[in-house]
């Protein structure tokens, strides 16, 4: 059944890109009777990684990754589903073999999520690259990763030069509950406030190993436009490995100010663990944003004691990447705290991945309809994997805040039964997703999943 919207008085949503998030977006406002313009500026304004003027373009794998309830990025499709989800629905229909993973026939999949917002009647698509936001109205800015200059620069003024960045340059993740904890110390450096920080210390022996293994290990290619200069502040840690066997030892894996309870002394090296959220269910491995292609982080930083075992929720990237500091600036809805009639979606609102990009479109798309209605606003439960990663983005520290995948690091924990297998403590965190997400939409919504 076609989408219809009513064009005649009823006030319009603008979004800003035709891109996963801005199609998701766009789809969901106008399945709930709200006319949408979406702007997209391709073919007129290309960006250094598009092809086509689809929308919807995947501009590198065709894979969506893992299908799997035991994934996280595998229950956030499943919750997107049962919103009815656009991308997903297309995904769905365009999915070629690849096991457990899904993954699409590019051109049939951007195709089909054209197609679809061309025959909706509630969205009316301009061809035109936006450089201002729109002074009025309610607007989902989901431009992505290349946002266009001069909109970059507009958006300056309303979310500060600070909240706005250009490069990604993101460490690896790992779960808390896979960290050997005998083989590291909490403390602060210099015992400065908290003990803060996980410190995993590497011996001589054990420090010239990871060394090596790091210097020669297989990095991930640039792509052509993003063969830069890095800034010196932010080196992944391979490049700065490279300048010299003890580059490291005076940067992020400097000893100084720590002292190992085990020996009393410094250790010779020190890599340094982070909680990234509230309920330390995840560490960041301080200064290790890298390049390396991913197997290749799994090998050489599991090498660091107390890491041997760990599960890796977030691999490091470094590349560029338009993002906001969201925690500084939006709710859980995605929705700008100060300008409530704006919403960001997509990865430009910090979230990093091709399906958590349309989930925060969906979230974004229904809040927006909420807004405009003067109705209350729909903040997903965090037990879901839509509302966990919505949580996540409003509430880390702004300090330190880099983009962020689904992963089950970010739920809420729960209880570990005795003798429970990883599997099934995976599966158990779906099955409680997926009822968290049951009782919103059959308490509060009727989600239409109209074609
Ligand atoms: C080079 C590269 C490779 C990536 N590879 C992967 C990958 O393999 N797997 C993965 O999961 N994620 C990947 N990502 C990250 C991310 O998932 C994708 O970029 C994803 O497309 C983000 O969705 P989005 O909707 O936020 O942005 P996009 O899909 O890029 O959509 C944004 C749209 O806005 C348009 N636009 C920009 N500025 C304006 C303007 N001023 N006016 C009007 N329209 C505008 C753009 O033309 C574009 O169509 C990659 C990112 C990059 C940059």
Redesign the pocket.
């Known amino acids: 059944m076609p989408l219809t919207a009513n064009h005649s008085k009823a006030p319009t949503l603008t979004v ?7 199609s998701e977006a766009a789809w969901q406002a106008a399945s709930r009777r709200v006319p949408v313009t979406l ?4 073919p007129a ?1 290309r ?1 250094e ?2 092809e086509t003027d689809l ?7 065709n ?3 893992s299908d799997r309830l035991d994934r996280a990025n595998g229950l956030l499709k499943e919750e997107m589903r049962r919103l009815g989800s656009l991308i997903m629905s297309a995904a769905d229909e365009t999915r070629v073999p690849a096991g457990s993973a899904l993954a699409v026939d590019r051109a049939a999949f951007a195709a089909e999520v054209t197609r679809r917002i061309e025959n909706c009647h509630g969205i009316r698509i301009i061809r ?4 201002a936001v729109p002074p009025e109205g309610t607007v989902i800015v ?7 200059s ?2 970059a620069k507009a958006l300056y003024a309303i979310t500060g030069e600070h909240y706005l960045f250009f490069y990604d340059a993101v460490s690896p993740i790992v779960a808390a509950e896979t960290i050997d904890m005998n083989e590291c110390f909490a403390a602060s450096r210099y015992h400065k406030g908290d003990a803060d920080y996980l410190n995993c210390p590497l011996d001589e022996g054990q420090y010239d190993d990871f060394y090596e293994a790091l210097v020669t290990a297989e990095r991930a290619g640039p ?1 052509e436009f ?1 063969k830069r200069e890095f800034f010196e502040g932010c080196l992944p840690v391979d490049v700065l490995a490279a300048r010299g066997k003890d580059a490291l030892r005076f940067g992020p894996m400097k000893p100084v100010g720590l002292t190992d309870p085990r020996t009393g002394e410094m250790p010779n090296a020190v890599a340094q663990l982070r909680a990234e959220n509230v309920a330390r269910t995840m560490y960041n491995l301080v200064g290790f944003q890298t390049s390396l292609r991913w197997g290749e982080q799994k090998r050489v930083f599991r090498m660091i004691p107390g890491l041997r075992d760990a599960e890796f929720l977030r691999f490091g990237v470094v ?3 338009t993002y906001i500091n969201a925690p500084a600036l939006l709710n859980e809805r995605y929705q700008c705290r100060a300008v409530p009639r704006m919403f960001f ?4 609102s910090g979230v ?6 349309a989930g925060s ?1 969906l979230i974004a798309g229904i809040n927006a309809v909420q807004h405009m209605r003067g109705e209350q606003p729909l903040t997903f439960p965090q037990e879901t994997m839509l509302g966990a990663l919505a949580h996540y983005i409003a509430n880390a520290d702004r300090r330190h805040f880099q983009p962020m995948n689904a992963n089950f690091g970010l739920l809420p924990p729960m209880k570990k039964r005795r003798g429970q297998r990883k599997l099934e403590r995976k599966l158990a965190y779906s099955s409680r997703a997926l009822a968290a997400l049951e009782a919103v939409v059959s308490g509060q919504w009727s989600v239409v999943s109209d074609r």
């Open positions: 800003i890109g035709g891109g996963l998030a801005g702007y997209e500026m391709r304004v960006t990684a598009h929308l919807a373009e995947l501009v590198c794998s894979s969506l990754r035109e690259e936006v450089t989901a431009s992505g990763p290349l946002t266009s001069p909109l792509h993003e590349h560029r990447n979606a997509g990865q430009i990093e991945g091709y399906v958590e990009s479109g």
